[in-house]
């Protein structure tokens, strides 16, 4: 995908494919990504907000399911409460895709797995350092270490692990360390995100001083093996999270990442949506 766009070649599977993309949460690469996605397959996305439509009057989501899911193609769900897109994905006759939830962020780990590849090639056997919250983010990095055969050292403030039965199915691949300085020794990858998702707002003061000690730097990288690539999903607080130079820093791969999020949500589509149906 990402080397026909850049030859310039027509690559049109989805013509009069629609993708339904229903956002209860804020987002920039995610819509981007899905709706220039689509147009560039051939089709079309309609960006659906809670305030627009039926989802945020009560319709319960079944509901919705059977209805959408009979007038799209496939649909795309960014929310809070994974239940929203098993319930969802349980009543449609489409395929769903999971744009986000407060659970986890999958879209995202194939952006990430395809900019480490790209740079560096396979990632099995790799150490991979996850520095801070144990969000929706570090459960996927999980998955992504059984899936992909790394090994993921995650490194967090005590009471914000990552969810416990993710880490029971990992097993020896993954350890909770205290330390960031312990996670990040001889990490080919370490990636962050921001302390405070979408949600908790009201967490912000709290874990600003919980968080402090995990701010990602230089030094840090420089803990790290020689090879090391840093990745953010973004968007980055800079000043918090990461010191304000580290997107700037040779060993950060963010916007290649970024960017990627394109191609791999090309690729996703592409796989799940049936082409166009031939001409009678």
């Keep these: 995908m990402k080397d026909l766009r850049k030859r310039g070649v027509l690559f049109e599977p ?8 229903i956002f209860e949460k804020a987002s920039t690469r995610t819509r981007l ?32 399911a059977i ?12 929310t809070f409460a994974h239940s ?11 395929p769903v895709i999971n744009g986000l939830s407060d659970d986890l ?12 590849h790209e740079h560096r090639g396979s990632i099995a056997g790799k150490t991979v350092a996850w520095i801070g919250d144990g969000n929706n983010m570090c459960n996927t990095y999980i998955e992504a270490a059984i899936q992909f055969d790394f090994r993921l050292k995650v490194a967090c403030p005590e009471g914000y692990e990552p969810d416990a039965e993710l880490l029971a199915r990992a097993g020896e691949r993954v350890q909770v360390l ?33 968080f402090r000690p ?24 800079r000043g918090e999270e990461i010191s304000h130079d580290l997107l700037d820093d040779p060993r950060s791969a963010a916007w290649d990442q970024a960017e990627n999020r394109l191609h791999v949500q090309k690729a996703l589509l592409e796989f799940l949506v049936e082409p166009a149906y031939h001409h009678a």
């Design 14 to 21: 989805l013509k009069n494919r629609v993708l339904g993309m």
């Design 33 to 64: 990504s899905f709706e220039a996605g689509m147009i560039q397959l051939g089709g079309q996305a309609i960006f659906l907000s809670p305030r627009d439509t039926q989802l945020g009057r009560g319709e319960p989501i079944s509901d919705s």
């Design 67 to 78: 209805v959408m899911s009979r007038m799209l193609d496939a649909v795309m769900i960014r």
């Design 84 to 94: 929203t897109l098993t319930d969802f994905a349980a009543n449609s006759s489409v």
């Design 105 to 116: 962020h999958p879209c995202q780990l194939m952006a990430d797995m395809q900019t480490y």
């Design 178 to 210: 205290r330390d960031p300085r312990e996670a990040a020794a001889g990490a080919n990858l370490i990636s962050t995100d921001v302390w405070a998702s979408m949600g908790q707002e009201d967490e912000v003061a709290a874990r600003l001083a919980t």
């Design 214 to 237: 995990y701010q990602v730097n230089r030094a840090l990288l420089d803990c790290a093996a020689a090879d090391v690539l840093f990745m953010h999903c973004l968007p980055a607080h």
